[in-house]
């Protein structure tokens, strides 16, 4: 199983610049989840979806939006890249009820200049 | 609101023990405990549901104090594999959502 797969791994991006992170996962998960990870701040989560077709804001989603149009992916878009966007990308993703841990992805090194 | 972890950092010799501690200001349904290496992604360690259970596997174990709002993470006779970046997670109302500590660094040394 290759569990949850994101892409790209790294990224250098423009100011004003758009683009789209792509999350993957075969594990038939019902949840998934959008994380920023920022030196001594955590994984501050940025939008998550509880089942295909829905989405719901997290901690941080200004900048963002995101779609789950099938159950297996989860897409996170930057309509206009900010320097303040720069920042290690985490999906993850779990099971229907939070019994269980969740499975993270490798992430995607964003860099926005 | 981001639950509070201390310590911020913990530096060890092989066979010491540590303890991480997670505390927040609501009420918790859950908490789960990962751990991430430099460069590499989060790794699922344990959860613990409301009902004050305590669980572990080999030297590590946490327990989860329903009524304080606050989990530990108890490592034992650390090796020096535990070196990491300790997160725990906290769900407040089984929603499925999890918002993460701030991280706790532990260095083991030989």
């Known amino acids: 199983n290759a569990g949850v797969t994101q892409t790209p791994k790294f990224r250098v991006l423009k100011t004003g610049q758009s683009m789209t992170l792509l999350c993957a996962q075969d594990m038939n998960h019902e949840y998934m989840y959008w994380y920023r990870q920022d030196p001594g701040m955590g994984l501050r989560l940025i939008h998550y979806s509880v089942g295909e077709g829905t989405t719901a804001k997290g901690e941080v989603p200004d900048g963002y939006n995101v779609s789950r149009l099938k159950k297996q992916n989860f897409l996170l878009g930057l309509e206009s890249a900010a320097p303040s966007q720069t920042s290690v990308y985490f999906c993850a993703s779990s099971d229907r009820h939070s019994n269980y841990g969740y499975t993270f992805g490798s992430g995607t090194r964003l860099t926005v200049v | 609101q981001q639950p509070v972890q201390s310590p911020q950092a913990v530096i060890l010799r092989e066979g010491e023990d540590a303890v991480i501690n997670c505390s927040s200001s609501?009420?918790?349904?859950?908490v789960h405990w990962y751990r991430q290496k430099h460069g590499e992604a989060p790794v699922f360690l344990m959860i613990?549901?409301?009902?004050?259970e305590q669980k572990g596997h080999d030297k590590i174990s946490a327990s989860f104090n329903e009524k304080k709002q606050q989990s530990s993470l108890y490592l034992t006779a650390s090796q020096l594999s535990y070196s990491g970046t300790y997160f725990c997670g906290t769900d407040s109302g089984n929603t499925g959502k999890l918002i993460f500590g701030q991280g706790t660094t532990l260095q083991v040394k030989p």
């Open positions: 609501k009420a918790l349904y859950s």
């Open positions: 613990l549901l409301k009902g004050g």
